[in-house]
């Protein structure tokens, strides 16, 4: 069994407000000194893939991203992992892809490598929040696409969903090669690797494929739908200081400001 896991290399969803700025000219975060990360649901699908494929006898896990070379601090995580092979897909001229571009890119990368029976991507990226990535994958390779999974098993021929929904979760059951979007769960934790893993993942080769690499339709490599601006909203915001050093006077000051808002 052949498992793809689709891994997204992200701003730090952590960063303090006050910095994150947004470059007028490219509509993309600036990254300054803010560090990059591995996408928080696309780390839960590569810790679920490994399970998967520790369950199973001879199952192989790869993981595979698209980014430029920035991007494979994360492919280096997935070897940490445990992952069994790692890929990176990159071409100058992706710089504004939208998630339908991405979906035939990653698509068609999947079946240069030969196909696989299980595509395990993030539920949504953290970055852009679209969720498009899993459902365009799954049309573009004709199989099923399950959504919001927490935790898969097999079960023959099938793949056992677990899903969630409004008051609890549903279990669906699909055939395999099929598509998952994968969501934070108790089940899926990610572990932390061993230190002997970390080192080893340091020398382990990635493949790398360009735009003619792969059988790509150049239409739908350029986005759907161009964002014209993206930017901070400013917030005007009126601090006043009251004056007084001691508790009880302060407390009297405050209470007369909130009488005299009519807030008390």
């Given at each position: ?43 839960n ?85 679209e ?5 365009v ?27 969630e ?12 090669p ?49 964002l014209?601006r ?35």
């Open positions: 069994m052949h498992i793809v896991v689709c891994l997204k290399h992200v701003l730090d969803p952590e960063i303090t407000p006050r910095y994150f700025q947004i470059d007028p000219e490219t509509n993309r975060p600036e990254n300054g000194d803010a560090d990059m990360v591995l996408d928080s649901f696309a780390e699908a590569l810790e679920l893939a490994i399970q998967m494929r520790d369950k199973t006898p001879g199952a192989t896990v790869t993981a595979l991203c698209l980014g430029d070379e920035t991007s494979e601090e994360v492919l280096r995580r997935a070897f940490a992992f445990t992952a069994n092979a790692a890929v990176r897909i990159w071409d100058e001229e992706w710089e504004d892809l939208d998630g339908q571009a991405v979906g035939h890119i990653l698509a068609q990368t999947i079946k240069t490598l030969g196909g696989a029976e299980l595509v395990l991507t993030g539920y949504q990226a953290s970055d852009i929040e969720g498009l990535v899993g459902p994958l799954a049309e573009e390779l004709s199989i099923p696409c399950v959504t919001l999974v927490s935790d898969l098993e097999l079960d023959g021929e099938n793949v056992k969903a677990s899903c929904a409004e008051g609890g979760y549903t279990v669906v059951s699909v055939p395999s099929a598509v998952f979007t994968i969501i934070s769960s108790e089940t899926n934790v990610p572990r932390l690797p061993k230190v002997k893993d970390i080192r080893l993942a340091r020398s382990k080769p990635i493949t790398q494929f360009e735009s003619d690499d792969l059988n790509l339709d150049s239409e739908r490599c350029q986005p759907g739908a161009k014209v993206a930017y901070v909203q400013n917030r005007e915001v009126n601090c006043e200081v009251l004056p007084g050093i001691e508790g009880a006077e302060l407390a009297g000051e405050l209470a007369d400001k909130l009488l005299a808002l009519k807030i008390l």
